[in-house]
């Protein structure tokens, strides 16, 4: 019988007879070359031959509180369970990540928590999009129907993802400063409050910009009439503005330092500032931003590994805790599931799993406008 | 093959390790952007093969990009000069320095041991409502109320001095190292004082490293997107942050590829300026 050696033996095998004078410097130097040339040209094709028995997992999320909750309660059980590593990474948003797809090879990057349906097409018409096998994902059954069905509307009945979770992009303002009543007086035009310059901040995505210009100007976010006047509230924010942030990270140091009194933020990172104690308000004004979020699968993936990796991290018990630690309501549906205590207490939560009270964003109309408004505001943004 | 050839030969085989790193790392890479930056971005965020100026017409005629390019140019120029004026003091203290010379050269590098992202956010708790400064001041009484220090130009320039600031000491001890401290003497023997040595004599020769300190500040401010993000507000953007959008947020790699070439050609050209009348050859030459 052979006795199959590895590449750590037989380099020490090579050394071995180099330094015991059986292999002159020159060949012991031309045969390590022509192994690490082998190995380079061998690396990548490798992955296909390697497909076939998968040891790990890419995912992709949005780092801070919202990481470690999927870290703790997701990974490092399903780890522990399957023996498929999860490596995850973050990023500050779906355009930055998606010119880390387009730069990376095919089967590089695996699951991405994708924010609005809005990515899901987006992703989709850049042909990123797969197609999930059901039957290895039970726990679908559990996950509220119209979250389900306007993925599947996007891609012909078929998933590329699975709903996890849903949120707000509300107001969050400093009660030191600002009081719950005056919130509710002036909801979206708190943001545009010259009494307030300097001490305003606002997401620097485009979207949320457009969104909240269409309510300070009384338009309906999702089929936006006068866009000149859109744009005026947008400049006029600008001006008023200390510092646009760009991730969830500086969205609360911002305001856990006090640097800023208000300005719009996701529900989950303000209620992890209430829980640490800052006495931070939140507040959805009529038609405020309501996003769901999913776990987007793309091309080039391993399929049966990341079916099996969602269908854990749906199991009520998983995504209860998950929910729990990243605050934001997960996507399963409060009349089949027993949610627990605190989830019921989260912003944005619908006890009927209806949603009907949220407002999300039409992906048609908001992808139809995508490369106009995101190149508008770059320049709006700097002053312009 | 004869002595001569081989003596040809050699410093081509020592350059032939970096000079193929430098062609397959910068040479092909640059290639790739400018074969980009004639393609063109459809609505869905893909690219269109092909060979289109329409990048190249709007990064050349359209004034929001000239401005914000006079803009980066003039915070590079802002922040060498502080960094010279800075710098060629502690440099000069360094290198005339007799017995803890490894000390103050090992404190100059300990910036580099941390990354630069962190040294540029450690601003944020210096500066910043809740941060070190304004919390000494509420102490001590100077101010009642906390002042709005961060997120403008000046604290953008003081993010990259603090960034480049190494770098032109190290030139400047380099160069005044070199210079046999004999001169000085012999200017003070010859009746100079110890001012006009300095300025007639030591000043002069180590212009070469002020000068080499200086392109390299200018250059690395100019390029320069994670200060401006962390540090500066929302009219504080530079260049970089411009092709960083078009190409991460927008999408939109042909144009940022453009942007990119065109901002490599605005530098590339100051070096070529810098290089025929300040360069150090011509310096040397002017020394000689």
Not at chain 1, 242 to 264: C, D, F, N, R
Not at chain 1, 294 to 318: D, I, Q, R, Y
Not at chain 2, 193 to 206: D, E, G, H, I, Y
Request: proline share 4%; hydrophobic share 45%.
């Amino acid at each position: 019988m052979t006795k199959k050696i590895d590449n750590t033996t037989r380099y020490e095998r090579l050394r071995e007879r180099y330094m015991n004078g059986d292999l002159d410097r020159r060949s012991f130097l031309g045969l390590i070359g022509a192994a690490g040339l082998a190995y380079g040209v061998q690396t990548p094709f490798a992955k296909y031959a390697n497909a076939a028995t998968v040891s790990q997992v890419r995912f992709d999320g949005w780092g801070g509180v919202v990481s470690e909750a999927l870290r703790e309660n997701a990974f490092d059980p399903f780890e522990a369970e399957t023996g498929i590593k999860v490596v995850d990474g973050t990023f500050g948003g779906a355009d930055e990540y998606i010119s880390r797809v387009k730069a990376s090879q095919e089967g590089e990057y695996n699951i991405a928590h994708l924010s609005g349906v809005f990515d899901y097409a987006r992703y989709h018409n850049l042909g990123l999009s797969t197609e999930l096998n059901e039957d290895n994902i039970p726990n679908l059954e559990y996950v509220i129907p119209k979250l389900i069905d306007v993925f599947r509307a996007v891609t012909d009945g078929k998933l590329s993802c699975v709903p996890y979770d849903y949120g707000t992009t509300g107001l969050a303002y400093n009660r030191k400063y600002i009081s719950d009543e005056e919130m509710q007086e002036k909801g979206a035009n708190i943001l545009l409050d010259p009494a307030r310059k300097g001490k305003i901040a606002g997401w620097s995505d485009w979207r949320t910009r457009m969104w909240y210009a269409a309510l300070q100007t009384g338009q309906n976010p999702n089929d936006v009439t006068d866009e000149e006047a859109c744009w005026d509230a947008v400049r006029a924010h600008r001006d008023l503005l200390l510092k646009y942030w760009g991730s969830g990270a500086e969205l609360m140091s911002l305001l856990a330092e006090e640097e800023i009194h208000v300005t719009e933020g996701w529900s989950g990172r303000i209620y992890a500032l209430q829980e640490q104690g800052h006495d931070i308000g939140y507040m959805d004004p009529p038609n405020g931003f309501g996003w769901q979020e999913c776990m987007f699968v793309l091309k080039g993936s391993p399929m049966e590994a990341c079916e099996e990796l969602l269908n854990f991290m749906l199991a009520p018990e998983t995504a209860i805790a998950v929910a729990e630690g990243q605050n934001y309501p997960p996507a399963l549906d409060p009349t089949k599931v027993d949610l627990g205590d605190k989830i019921p207490t989260l912003p944005a939560f619908d006890p009927t799993g209806k949603l009907d009270g949220l407002t999300f964003a039409d992906p048609e109309y908001w992808n139809g406008h995508e490369q106009a408004w995101s190149k508008e505001f770059g320049r709006v943004q700097k002053g312009y | 093959m004869s002595v001569e050839a081989r003596e040809a030969r050699q410093p081509w085989i020592l350059l032939s390790p970096a000079l193929t790193a430098i062609f397959l790392l910068l040479f092909v890479p640059l290639l790739f952007i400018v074969v980009y930056s004639f393609w063109l971005r459809t609505s869905t965020g893909a690219d269109q093969v092909g060979f289109f100026l329409d990048n190249w017409r709007e990064a050349l005629s359209d004034a929001f990009y000239r401005d914000i390019l006079l803009f980066t140019l003039k915070i590079a120029t802002i922040t060498t000069l502080v960094c010279a004026v800075m710098g060629y003091p502690a440099a000069y203290v360094i290198a005339r320095s007799k017995g803890n010379k490894a000390l103050l050269l090992l404190l100059l590098m300990l910036p580099f041991w941390i990354s630069y992202i962190i040294r540029t956010m450690s601003w944020i708790n210096i500066l910043g409502v809740s941060g070190a400064l304004n919390t000494a001041l509420l102490w001590l009484g100077v101010i009642n109320e906390p002042i709005q220090m961060l997120y403008n130009q000046t604290t953008v320039i003081l993010g990259l001095v603090h960034f480049l600031l190494p770098f032109m000491i190290l030139n400047v001890f380099v160069s005044l190292e070199g210079i046999d401290t004999n001169l000085e003497d012999a200017a003070n023997s010859l009746g100079a004082t110890r001012m006009q040595a300095f300025w007639q004599v030591t000043l002069p020769l180590s212009l070469p490293g002020l000068a080499a300190g200086g392109l390299l500040c200018f250059v690395l401010g100019a390029g320069t997107y994670i200060t401006p993000l962390v540090l500066g507000g929302p009219g504080d953007a530079m260049f970089a942050n411009l092709v960083f959008e078009a190409i991460i947020t927008q999408l939109n790699w042909p144009l940022g590829s453009a942007l990119s070439l065109m901002l490599l050609a605005v530098l590339g050209a100051l070096v070529l300026i810098y290089n025929r009348y300040l360069g150090m050859a011509q310096l040397m030459k002017g020394l000689g």
